[in-house]
Structure formats: structure tokens, C-alpha cells
């Protein structure tokens, strides 16, 4: 028997994050916030950052994320 855990294929987690980042904030940050310095990564102690995740960790906290981090005057200026 083959269980189902979710419609959606299975991405590992640091693919996920990439193209996340790649296709969603990136392009976001270059439109609205074009001399923003900030740095991005996936930071962690889950199976997604470590990269041992598989379709199994669909079932809990399993989707697109990121991290994004800003020097202390960004920080002031955009909160």
C-alpha cells in the first residue's frame, strides 16, 4: 500500500528554500528595495538544513522559508 503524505511533490528542503528565495524575495527586494544589503540562507537544526529531509518531512513544518538578515541601521530604518 502506498500512503499519500501530500499532493504536492516532494522538493528537498534547501531546493525549496533556493528557488523560494530565487523566485519570490529576490525579485521582491530588487523592486521595492533596490540598495538593500542583507544576506539570505536557511539557518537551522532541521532535516531540510541539514539535508537529510524526504517525502516524510511533508508532514510537519515542511514548505518554503528563508531567512533574511539586515545590518542594525537597515533594521531601524525598514521595521
Known amino acids: 500500500m ?3 503524505i501530500n499532493s504536492s511533490p516532494f ?6 528554500g533556493y528557488l523560494f528565495y530565487q523566485e ?3 525579485p521582491f527586494l530588487v523592486d521595492w ?4 544589503k542583507y544576506s539570505a540562507g536557511l539557518l537551522g537544526d532541521g532535516s531540510e538544513v541539514l539535508g537529510f ?5 511533508m508532514d ?5 522559508r528563508m531567512q533574511l ?5 537597515a533594521v531601524e530604518k525598514y521595521s
Open 11 to 16: 522538493i528537498p528542503g534547501l531546493k525549496l
Open 69 to 73: 538578515f539586515l545590518d542594525n541601521e
Open 53 to 57: 529531509d524526504t517525502p516524510q518531512s
Open 60 to 64: 510537519h513544518h515542511w514548505g518554503p
Open 2 to 4: 502506498i500512503m499519500m
Open 33 to 36: 528595495f533596490p540598495n538593500l
Open 24 to 26: 519570490s524575495v529576490k
